[in-house]
């Protein structure tokens, strides 16, 4: 395993040890509203402290880019994008649907990651140019051609509205011709699905980096493409992203073409 990579799996896990501890007592926890729909616990800037403090140890001089304390600066050309809880409404509810998010970045470019999902102790990781794997087994997406049959992962708008009426069109554009449509509520670990193939594709509007750096670089490594919703590569900054099978991909953006406004043509 890489050495960068070998720090964000004890990161990960130690971060997802703290969320375990805690689940049992969520009714103690505080939790505060960062927007509409939008909650931060305890927990979360708990699990956040100690993934940093094992990065920031091993590796000083790496910048630092997290959910809940935002930009850490650094000398160096490597970036650490952190979701310490991504699914905390999931988490608060006692859904068991929650993931931990680390993933670094080298001169811009992904180039570690790893998921790692504490309720059931799913580690998804991937080095650049290495494969994906899930607890050291190699993953794949599947070989979905088409939507007819495909199982697909979305996320509904939450907090922001404003493009509800163009994802309510982009769903039911898609959901004639599948076999499903899951919301589970953890974008990291639906790019992880993906990247397994336990889903065959993904879409969503407006996720912040946190929430998808780890899973895309899943996605690709494991010969899956990820795009924005113009099939481009400008998804980490508009949030809008699509991922799934070689063949699919092309065949969901065509389908949520016609429903884009002009603040998702990227």
Not at 183 to 205: C, H, K, N, T
């Amino acid at each position: 395993m890489h050495p960068m990579l070998n720090i964000a799996v004890r990161a990960a896990r130690n971060a997802g040890d703290i969320i375990i501890r805690h689940a049992s007592r969520i009714d103690q926890l505080t939790i505060t509203s960062k927007e509409r729909n939008d909650f931060v616990s305890e927990v979360d800037r708990q699990a956040e402290n100690e993934i940093i403090a094992i990065i920031r140890k091993a590796y000083p001089d790496h910048s630092v880019l997290a959910e809940e304390s935002g930009s850490h600066q650094g000398k160096d050309e490597f970036q650490w994008i952190i979701d310490p809880l991504d699914g905390t409404t999931n988490f608060l509810h006692g859904f068991p649907q929650f993931a931990v998010s680390i993933a670094l970045k080298h001169r811009g470019r992904l180039d570690q990651a790893v998921v790692y999902d504490p309720m059931r102790q799913e580690l998804f990781t991937a080095s650049r140019g290495s494969g994906a794997f899930l607890d050291n087994r190699r993953i794949r997406v599947t070989n979905q051609k088409a939507l007819t049959g495909a199982l697909l992962g979305t996320g509904f708008p939450y907090s922001d509205h404003r493009h509800l009426d163009a994802y309510l069109g982009m769903f039911r554009a898609l959901i004639k011709d599948t076999a499903g449509i899951r919301r589970p509520g953890s974008a990291a670990l639906d790019l992880a699905y993906v990247a397994a193939g336990r889903l065959d594709g993904f879409w969503e509007i407006g996720l912040n980096p946190w929430d998808m750096a780890a899973g895309v670089l899943l996605v690709h490594e494991a010969g899956g493409l990820v795009g924005d919703f113009s099939g481009g590569h400008d998804y980490m900054q508009s949030g809008n992203i699509v991922a799934a099978t070689p063949k699919l991909f092309p065949a969901i953006l065509r389908e949520i073409r016609p429903h884009l406004t002009p603040a998702l043509q990227h």
